[in-house]
């Protein structure tokens, strides 16, 4: 935890420092608000203990610029006994609490972890991330999949950003968890699919925005930089983010910190960047449709998530992990695959990757009652159009990678009986590509 104090009395200041350093808490000290300001706009912390009364900037034009314009931190107001109705007034401004002066310093300490725990809880909350403290990992032996766990575990307790790349439903996003998971932050882990947002919103998912920034911006709300603070965020799809916000996102990992929408204050942030993309941005960036230093400051490590097809033996590892754990959240006991099941599974060839095989599992969950699933229990092969026959994609050579990728996502349109953005959510695309590929078949979107 770090804490900016900002009080006139300089021997107040150093025994508090020392005091709460003892705590194992962090100290920044500033004699007056605007000093105060300064350190807000160039460090994070995670709460501000304020005193009412000092010359220059006082403690009450401080807490109103804070509200209004600086990081969203727990603020407790100190005061002397005659100020005790100015701490009320603060505290309907937004201060989190008050304490008279002379305070208890074990006192302020209760009050500062429950402020600061109690606005994790909130943010959580609001940016309703999945709990990052149940466990994951990349399941399987293969030395491909080996080797991206090693260079995931080895990237996890730096600093760097992380790129991971692959095609869809590799498992990027797990990846992605799991770097969180081995690194030394504890901050929350936050995803964020950018294909996935409107242009128009994402912005301010990613910035946030002040009141009044835009018509319905009833309120000041954080983006998700500032919410995965001391953590994690993960930019999914990173290749579809637009260029205009693509100057934005880079100046924010160069400077580490971030400008709300309708704000023009500065805030630093602290979170970890893991990006991924099934997009060849190098191409992009020939094409002038991602920007260079951006492709640059992202790719520092780069990490490549191996196709199913890639990873010999981990067909089976993986079907046994789903049928475990999905049989499980539905209440059956299921014992496994039947051998001709194992050798169906073995045999084909993933277009959809890890995500088509989990999909493929749960479906054969839902419609078997048998406790070992058999081969008939599992359905690949549809018409990849309407009139057209049913194709195989078992067979390594039946036609180029574009070809076979046609094939998985007309397959799929088909399973999914033309819902486009089901069919987008199942192939682990946005919906905006789904509809490119289908005008590039010839498919009315």
């Known amino acids: 935890m770090q804490v900016l104090l900002v009080d006139d009395e300089p021997n107040l200041l150093r025994s508090l420092e020392g005091f709460l350093k003892t705590e194992g808490i962090g100290c920044h000290t500033a004699p007056e608000g605007r000093a105060a300001q300064t350190i807000l706009q160039e460090r994070t912390v995670d709460a501000v203990v304020l005193d009412l009364r000092m010359p220059g900037m006082d403690g009450m034009t401080l807490l109103r610029w804070i509200k209004e314009s600086g990081p969203d931190v727990p603020v407790i107001m100190a005061s002397a006994h005659g100020d005790v109705g100015d701490a009320v007034q603060a505290m309907k401004l937004g201060a989190y609490d008050y304490l008279v002066k002379p305070f208890d310093p074990d006192e302020l300490v209760l009050r500062l972890r429950k402020a600061v725990r109690e606005r994790a809880l909130s943010n959580g909350a609001e940016a309703e991330r999945r709990s990052t403290e149940e466990r994951v990992e990349l399941v399987g032996t293969s030395p491909p999949i080996l080797e991206a766990v090693r260079l995931i575990e080895k990237a996890a307790v730096t600093q760097a950003t992380i790129l991971l790349t692959g095609e869809s439903g590799t498992g990027k996003e797990v990846a992605a968890r799991l770097a969180h998971q081995a690194s030394r932050r504890s901050g929350p882990f936050i995803a964020v699919n950018l294909g996935a947002i409107p242009d128009t919103l994402l912005e301010s998912e990613l910035f946030g925005h002040e009141k009044g920034a835009f018509t319905g911006a009833d309120s000041r709300k954080q983006g998700l930089f500032e919410l995965a603070q001391g953590g994690t965020l993960f930019l999914d799809e990173i290749g579809e983010l637009p260029l205009q916000l693509q100057v934005k996102l880079l100046r924010a990992l160069q400077e580490r910190k971030i400008q709300r929408l309708g704000g023009?204050?500065?805030?630093?942030?602290?979170?970890?960047?893991?990006?991924?993309?099934?997009?060849?941005?190098?191409?992009m960036v020939r094409e002038g449709r991602f920007r260079e230093d951006l492709y640059y400051r992202i790719n520092v490590i780069r990490i490549v998530l191996p196709p199913l097809r890639a990873r010999t033996g981990d067909v089976a590892l993986l079907a046994d992990y789903f049928i475990r754990k999905l049989s499980g959240a539905m209440g059956r006991r299921v014992d496994g695959l039947a051998p001709e099941a194992r050798a169906?599974?073995?045999?084909?060839?993933?277009?959809?990757?890890?995500?088509?095989?989990?999909?493929?599992?749960?479906?054969?969950?839902?419609?078997?009652?048998?406790?070992?699933?058999?081969?008939?229990?599992?359905?690949?092969?549809?018409p990849s159009a309407p009139g057209e026959d049913a194709e195989d994609l078992r067979d390594p050579g039946t036609g180029t990678l574009a070809e076979l990728e046609r094939r998985a996502i007309l397959a799929a349109l088909d399973r999914n009986s033309g819902r486009r953005e089901q069919t987008a959510r199942e192939l682990g695309i946005t919906r905006r590509t789904l509809l490119t590929k289908l005008k590039e078949y010839g498919v009315s979107p």
């Open 264 to 283: 023009v204050q500065g805030i630093p942030v602290d979170a970890r960047i893991v990006a991924a993309t099934n997009r060849d941005l190098e191409a």
């Open 344 to 382: 169906l599974l073995e045999g084909y060839r993933f277009p959809g990757n890890v995500r088509e095989l989990q999909n493929a599992v749960e479906r054969a969950l839902i419609l078997s009652d048998k406790t070992v699933l058999e081969a008939g229990d599992f359905q690949f092969f549809a």
